[in-house]
């Protein structure tokens, strides 16, 4: 679901269907980081994965605490999450923090070191993705549309240029798109550009 977060909580629910707005209809700062960065809450979900020979089975369930199921995108130490936080957005650098937010561009030739500590710079729980938590995406893909061909299935992304796009085309539709078209942006489960760009 996507969200503002600002110092680390909820500050309001977005529209999925548009970000610009909050989920009452009225306006959504989702510019200037006045009102949070635009996230996308994830729930807890168990994950199984399991290898039989060459076939690959991939199971999820929305109990919370399913002993036959792991937890691990929605773990940090010991501690157990009801939910992690994934910026909607290609991440850009303002006043030295790395920000998830619409109309920027995204920045670009760093090191991976460097957009670690603009992350943690906006302060306690702000990191760079996960490993756990880019697993937990793919099989939320792979269970949602059965493809191992993302582009055919959702779309190709924006793969037909080298430019970095400014964040926030995809503002208006909806938490899944995609077209044809290899200069057009897409978006899985509200992130935009998840691929491409």
Not at 158 to 163: E, L, N, R
């Amino acid at each position: 679901f996507p969200v503002t977060i600002l110092d680390g909580a909820e500050n309001y629910k977005l529209n999925p269907a548009d970000y610009s707005k909050k989920l009452d209809g009225s306006a959504a700062d989702i510019t200037s980081g006045t009102d949070g960065d635009v996230m996308i809450a994830f729930p807890r979900r168990g994950l199984s994965i399991s290898t039989s020979g060459s076939i690959v089975t991939i199971k999820m369930t929305d109990n919370p605490n399913d002993p036959n199921f792991e937890y691990n995108a929605h773990t940090r130490g010991a501690n157990s999450r009801d939910q992690f936080y994934l910026g909607a957005y290609k991440g850009a650098e303002v006043s030295t923090k790395l920000r998830s937010l619409s109309g920027k561009a995204p920045t670009a030739s760093k090191t991976i070191g460097a957009f670690r500590t603009l992350a943690q710079a906006n302060g306690t729980g702000y990191e760079q993705s996960g490993f756990y938590q880019l697993i937990f995406r793919q099989c939320m893909y792979l269970l949602k549309y059965k493809n191992l061909d993302s582009q055919t299935a959702v779309g190709q992304g924006y793969v037909g240029g080298s430019a970095a796009q400014t964040t926030g085309a995809t503002n208006a539709n909806g938490m899944n798109y995609g077209s044809t078209s290899t200069t057009s942006r897409m978006k899985l489960f509200g992130i935009e550009d998840f691929w491409g760009n």
